[in-house]
Nanobody, 123 residues
Framework: QVQLVESGGGLVQAGDSLRLSCAAS????????MAWFRQAPGKEREFVAT????????DYTNSVKGRFTISRDNAKNTVYLQMNNLEPEDAAVYYC????????????????WGQGTQVTVSS
């Protein structure tokens, strides 16, 4: 099974940018579609973005379209989430997960979740 470790979160002001990273180990990274989900206090874990195994296809939840970009570097076994123009509503713990199917928006299609990285956005 693949193991995932998220990093890059922090405290920023609204309008700032962050780049999250998710480093994979334990198996071939290229076998997996990857996704970012987030969970804010009192809310369900929410889909953010996904990318297919070779990085040619991406999908985003409506609230982050035009602001966030998911990408992957298979040579580094890493998936990224570039977050621009952050809003207070983006504050959450961000998790990455691996999926064996084609990239989807469904939480249950992913597993091997990392421990998460906290993103805090002040207004």
């Amino acid at each position: 099974q693949v193991q995932l470790v998220e990093s890059g979160g922090g405290l920023v002001q609204a309008g700032d940018s962050l780049r999250l990273s998710c480093a994979a180990s334990g198996c071939s990274f290229t076998f997996y579609a990857m996704a970012w989900f987030r969970q804010a206090p009192g809310k369900e874990r929410e889909f953010v973005a996904t990318i297919n195994r070779i990085g040619r296809s991406t999908d985003y939840t409506n609230s982050v379209k035009g602001r966030f970009t998911i990408s992957r570097d298979n040579a580094k076994n890493t998936v990224y989430l570039q977050m621009n123009n952050l809003e207070p509503e983006d504050a959450a713990v961000y998790y990455c997960g691996a999926g064996r199917r084609s990239s989807t928006r469904t939480r249950n299609d992913y597993g091997n979740w990392g421990q998460g990285t906290q993103v805090t956005v002040s207004s």
